[in-house]
DNA sequence: ATGAAAGCGCTAACAC
DNA sequence: GTGTTAGCGCTTTCAT
């Protein structure tokens, strides 16, 4: 059994309350009796429960992180990054991967408010958006606006897509498609896929839309969904894909039909992950502030917790990496 | 405030020993009461705070993961593994990527300790192993043999390495190379390299080595070594990678040096994460079996909670996957 | 400068 | 069947 505050107290002949002062630096303690407190703290290898604190301060410094998948690697680096930035703010996190599982993500919106944690970073949300305003607790989405009040951080969908879509047609693409993931969530991510018709029909462009399933990532729907692509329309000449993930794939049902990237297929990808540049030939691709959006999210999620103003809508710019297939 | 569970006693007048009674199932209680009880929690929004259960049931169904990070792909796959299996025993999982630092990494022990975690999932240990020993909590590591009584799981890294090198040079490789990670960390994917020195050895084949740096990530330093190692050794005709990542810059630099893959070098990778499929050519490579490492790991972490023996070596074989870059 | 006592929200003897 | 009480480990008035 661990060592409590009752067996520091006991062997230093105090009373807990003694030792809570010390452990607090609260209120005047002689030297020599902080001293043997921590003497004794040391000998008995103490460490304060911080569950018991958490119980009576009712602050847990834990916070839940909530996202489709940690193996997708968009949401990898965002974790990554939240975790990173969490830490130096001094708290935990809980990573919760809904697997789009609605009863999944509603059990631990369930847990994570029981467990009070402090708030809540959602980078997934199937369950109804009345779920989450009840829930009572800090609220920050990444790419989906659920409320008026509960404030949402995203790369700006639109401009994103409008620049890929320009590249595409100012490198000389003639007939361009858009692979994207789902479209039938309500997702500001969608605003990617507006840009592009809205950029194509502009400049009269010819163009396709192809959705993948819903699942985000899942290898063998994208292989299936690109080669019908260019089975139907051998003549396309540019591609602009909704994700690095999406556009990996893409590349490689070039090579299965051997179209060489760029000369024959242009290609644009979205998220600017770190494989992005490891692919042959290096991507070109919408580099979304992943680090910049992490630490947003949780300093939108602290103030709140602070009882703070925030700002609902926060987007993020992107960069346009131009690399080597376009 | 959220409703406690005085207030569901008060509410129904009742004493809160009546309620907590329906709450965890026990002893007789009138239906009617129930009834009421339960109207009550229905109209408080009420639930049951865990940290005052945990602080009582010093039980907190929660587990710590420390990894170097999950931006890393086979960590983050690994990790999806071991929420997903987590939450199928009811445990919640804390993350805590260490970034090879030992100051977080104690720090986090430390932070989890306290916080009561029933245990802790070790991908990642920088910090001495004495350290480890004397947190006294249920304790499993991956790829590290720490301690006498601390079970490991790991992949047959010897053999991983040996099916990966005899590939090369049953196909014809007659100078081959490994590009591994550092090799200055006791880890058990070291073996990889035992095997890949050993099997070329005896089978008289010239070879070399060489180690990127520590922080197994770092895509500038991977390519700087690759095309260091095809400006000293151009004559190279076959390369093991300690790492589906590592292999996927040296496919980016054999395009770079005008080499063909397999024609001209022959690849193999290690790890087996998604991407390894994605890539052009798709890699072929040693794969771990990820979830079956996840939920041992976490088997042996609940056994140990619950006392139970556990074996200390727990090595899972690999299965060569034979694609095209060799 | 230190102790005594109440209480955070919940559970579990032990009464009756 | 239900209430009373003590206590999990800690913090914080309020005394002295």
Redesign the pocket.
């Known amino acids: ?1 661990a060592a ?3 067996d520091i107290a006991n062997k230093v ?9 010390v ?2 630096n ?5 030297d020599t ?1 902080r001293e043997n407190i921590y003497k004794a703290m040391k000998e008995l290898n103490y ?3 911080e569950v ?2 958490t ?4 602050k847990s410094n834990m916070i839940g992180l909530i996202i489709p998948t940690v193996a997708h690697p968009f949401f990898a680096e965002l974790c990554s990054h939240i975790e990173d930035y969490a830490y130096q703010h001094q708290y935990k996190m809980v990573l919760c991967n809904s697997q789009h599982d609605k009863e999944k993500e509603r059990m631990y919106l369930n847990y994570l408010k029981a467990n009070q944690v402090e708030g809540i970073i959602l980078g997934s949300h199937t369950v109804d958006v009345e779920e989450f305003s009840k829930i009572g607790l800090p609220l920050v989405t990444f790419d989906r606006a659920i409320g008026d009040n509960i404030p949402y951080v995203s790369s700006d969908n639109y401009e994103g897509g409008r620049m890929a879509t320009e590249l595409l047609i100012s490198s000389g693409c003639k007939r361009i498609a858009m692979i994207t993931g789902s479209l039938d969530l309500p997702m500001l991510s969608n605003d990617r896929h507006t840009a592009f018709t809205e950029v194509a029909s502009r400049h009269g462009v010819w163009h396709t839309v192809v959705e993948t399933d819903i699942f985000g990532f899942n290898p063998e729907n994208y292989e299936g969904v690109i080669s019908k692509l260019f089975e139907s329309h051998p003549e396309i000449d540019g591609i602009f894909a909704s994700s690095d993930v999406i556009a990996a794939y893409i590349l490689k049902t070039c090579s299965k039909y051997n179209k060489s990237v760029p000369e024959d297929v242009k290609l644009v990808g979205y998220d600017g992950i770190a494989f992005s540049e490891a692919l042959v030939p290096p991507l070109t691709t919408v580099k979304q502030p992943i680090r910049q959006m992490a630490e947003l999210a949780l300093d939108l999620l602290i103030k709140q917790v602070n009882q703070e103003p925030v700002n609902v809508t926060n987007i993020l710019a992107n960069e346009l990496a131009i690399r080597q297939t376009t």
Request: hydrophobic share 35%; no cysteine.
């Open positions: 059994m409590t505050i009752k002949g105090v009373n807990v309350s003694t030792v809570s002062r452990l607090n609260r209120g005047y303690i002689s009796l460490q304060p429960n018991a604190r119980l009576f301060r009712k």
